[in-house]
């Protein structure tokens, strides 16, 4: 595909941004000019026709019942960083 | 053979004790779990995908992200195969949570082919696959979210069964698209895939997307028997398919390779000659299957993957900053590219301005290829095509060019579209090495497609 097909960097720093997940400069361009391709090989679902969805579905509850879960320490193990027992994380803006 | 050295088997961070022989890098932990004394599986061995929750013993989804990640509980699959009296191994390579066709995607570095070597196993469940081709485990669990059991499947030449969506339990199963994907059986031949699959089928109150018609509380609800029970899907590897109607479906014969189609045509003579009928049909709908599938999977794997924010558990981003600037820094060391690329574009896909032109047709293409395969149905007991385009690839051949790589999932995405099971079975070698044939059945239909698979062997 030509470069005209490209995605705006900018576009895709933006979209890294609302996902959480930093790009170096050589990601941003690599991925403008890939997304390019992707998203005109995507454009192919506006010819789907509509068709009638018939969802077979059943809501599955189970009673609401105390049922044993994870240990304090079990849930904490595989944190980077606990204090006193909780989760400790960076703050918060 | 590629006959490596163990100590130059790819790929660091790997725990693979030394003097265990695993030449083609098919493991990423070896770890030994004994099962029950006894049991259907009493005595075998089974390989587990390193997405697949095993209790004390890390599960890494093939992530630096989850390099050091222990999970605390049990997949139910991994119970149930204790139960069974199955001895765990090991856990095996995968493309990074899932994401890739030929295993390469693994932060920890490429599995080999056993019968193809210099050639990819397939992916994601590439190890699985792997272990099972080389005898390193008398069977193997994998994942399929898009044709990630039946591809590894047809290019090692084992055989590999994705369930219809809702047979087996997902509990445990680190998510990537949980609409799309089930766990599922590889083993070298179509009875021991039965075998595993009559293990792990049945409903679990800890998924609520099982199959619960046999629960008691729930038996109202239903008038169905439930599949897990009334079947036992070892016993319908009978090779009997006198009279079976099989129903080739064009559209995804007409774009594989000719070494493939060779293959496949032979492997129809031979149902034909066991009985069976064959007739040609259409499915209009598999044209956009590839497009609905990976803006479905992108968009629920962006959301799925949000948990990964290294402070429950994870690489951490440190304390530099505040919460948004670490997540991010937290996710660009610990995710690889490919992971990257499918959580941005997938976020993009559910962005406001672009939800109803990608996500919502998406849904479109995908119930239109659900009206497909029942119209399909309607005429035929099983569906074939080759289950891959192309023999394996060589190592490295398709890393560089990420949509070429989705192609070649165009034969195993619609059957993860519509919920249906499917079965790859071997179908002869070329010299790029093995093809495999897909029979997909309709839903909960699994007995019928591996009485089909059986008549190949």
Not at chain 1, 54 to 67: C, G
Not at chain 1, 70 to 91: I, M, S, V, Y
Not at chain 2, 318 to 328: I, K, M, P
Request: proline content about 5%; charged content about 25%; hydrophobic content about 40%.
């Amino acid at each position: 595909m030509s470069d005209t097909d490209a995605v705006d960097p900018e576009e895709v720093r933006h979209v890294a941004g609302l996902a959480r997940v930093d790009l170096d400069e050589a990601e941003v361009e690599r991925f403008a000019e890939q997304f390019g391709d992707i998203l005109t090989y995507f454009d192919a679902l506006d010819d789907v026709p509509a068709v009638d969805q018939e969802a077979d579905l059943a809501n599955v509850f189970r009673a609401d019942e105390v049922h044993e879960g994870l240990t304090q320490e079990e849930a904490l193990r595989n944190a980077p960083e606990t204090e006193d027992g909780r989760f400790k994380g960076p703050r918060v803006g | 053979m590629a006959a490596q050295d163990h100590e130059e088997a790819p790929g660091e961070g790997r725990l693979v004790p030394d003097g265990f022989d695993d030449d083609h890098g098919a493991f990423l932990t070896v770890e030994r779990l004994a099962g029950a004394d006894d049991g259907p599986l009493g005595g075998s061995t089974v390989a587990v995908k390193d997405n697949i929750s095993t209790a004390g013993v890390r599960t890494t989804c093939g992530s630096a992200m989850l390099a050091d990640y222990v999970p605390p509980y049990d997949a139910t699959v991994v119970e149930q195969l204790q139960e069974a009296g199955a001895t765990v191994v090991g856990k095996t390579n995968m493309d990074e949570f899932g994401m890739g066709t030929t295993t390469e995607t693994s932060a920890f570095g490429p599995t080999d082919n056993p019968a193809a070597p210099g050639r990819v196993p397939g992916g994601s469940s590439g190890g699985s696959a792997a272990a099972v081709a080389a005898g390193q485990a008398d069977y193997a669990l994998g994942s399929d979210t898009g044709g990630s059991i039946r591809c590894p499947a047809a290019f090692c030449g084992v055989v590999g069964i994705k369930p219809t969506y809702g047979l087996v339990s997902r509990y445990g199963l680190v998510a990537y698209a949980n609409s799309l994907e089930q766990i599922g059986p590889l083993a070298p031949d179509v009875e021991g895939a039965a075998e595993l699959l009559d293990v792990i089928a049945g409903p679990d109150e800890r998924d609520a997307t099982t199959r619960h018609d046999i629960r008691e509380d729930l038996a109202e609800e239903y008038d169905g028997e439930h599949p897990a029970t009334t079947a036992t899907y070892a016993d319908a590897a009978d090779g009997d398919v006198d009279g079976l109607s099989v129903g080739v479906v064009t559209d995804l014969v007409e774009g594989a390779d000719d070494v493939v189609v060779e293959r496949f045509e032979s492997a129809l003579d031979d149902l034909r000659a066991a009985g069976a009928t064959v007739h040609e049909v259409s499915l209009p709908s598999v044209e956009t299957a590839v497009q609905a599938y990976y803006v479905i999977a992108m968009s629920e794997a962006s959301s799925n993957l949000a948990r990964f924010d290294g402070v429950r558990y994870g690489r951490s981003g440190g304390h530099e900053g505040d919460w948004n600037e670490t997540f991010a820094r937290a996710r660009e060391q610990g995710f690889g590219e490919e992971v990257k690329r499918r959580i941005l574009l997938g976020t993009y896909a559910l962005s406001a301005g672009y939800h109803d032109k990608y996500y919502e047709q998406a849904q479109d293409a995908r119930a239109w290829v659900k009206q497909d395969f029942d119209e399909a149905f309607a005429d035929a007991d099983v569906l074939a095509s080759p289950t891959m385009p192309a023999p394996p690839f060589e190592l490295g051949e398709s890393l560089s060019d990420p949509l070429q790589m989705y192609l070649a999932d165009a034969n195993t995405v619609p059957v993860n579209l519509a919920n249906l099971p499917a079965i790859s079975v071997p179908a002869g070698e070329t010299d790029r090495g093995p093809v495999g044939l897909q029979l997909v059945g309709p839903a909960f239909g699994e007995e019928t497609i591996i009485r089909a698979g059986s008549a190949l062997e």
